[in-house]
């Protein structure tokens, strides 16, 4: 089971990767976050399906902060080439993509993109907040 939503800056990405690595009732198989320059992807990949309760907390908590997404034929690629186990840096020359994580919940990675992104831009993009 996967779940695919588009997130308008970092903070909800954070807010939903510290909400995975809390949530012991969900066996994550991997977290990909993709930046977009104007939006963040994220597609959560499960192990296991969730019970129709855990299913809909999670939903509520990924439709209260982000918005589902339909992959488009290069993401979706993309992702298939990651599972298949192509390194982040062959997915990103390949597919002209930033992906930031893939595999388990990385929050550091994401902050770490942050912050050097915004030194090398010098100001803050609406997505970077």
Same mark, same amino acid.
């Given at each position: ?6 997130f308008? *800056?970092?903070s909800?990405?954070?807010?939903? %990767? #510290?909400?995975?690595?809390?949530? &012991?009732?969900?066996? /994550? +198989? @991997? ?16 192990k ?14 990924? *439709? ?6 339909? %992959? #488009?034929?290069?993401?979706?690629? &993309?992702?298939?080439? /990651? +599972? @298949? ?9 390949r ?16 902050t ?12 803050c ?5």
């Amino acid at each position: 089971m996967q779940y695919i939503y588009y997130f308008a *800056n970092t903070s909800l990405v954070l807010r939903l %990767l #510290t909400y995975l690595s809390k949530q &012991a009732p969900i066996c /994550l +198989d @991997s977290a990909t976050v993709i930046y977009l320059i104007d939006r963040w992807v994220v597609r959560i990949k499960l192990k296991n399906c969730l019970r129709p309760p855990q299913n809909q907390d999670f939903l509520a908590f990924l *439709n209260e902060n982000g918005t589902p997404f339909s %992959l #488009t034929s290069r993401l979706a690629d &993309a992702l298939e080439s /990651l +599972d @298949s186990g192509s390194s982040i840096a062959e997915v990103m020359k390949r597919y002209h993509l930033v992906v930031i994580s893939h595999g388990g919940v990385k929050p550091a990675d994401l902050t770490e993109f942050r912050s050097t992104f915004v030194k090398g831009l010098g100001y803050c993009p609406p997505s970077l907040v």
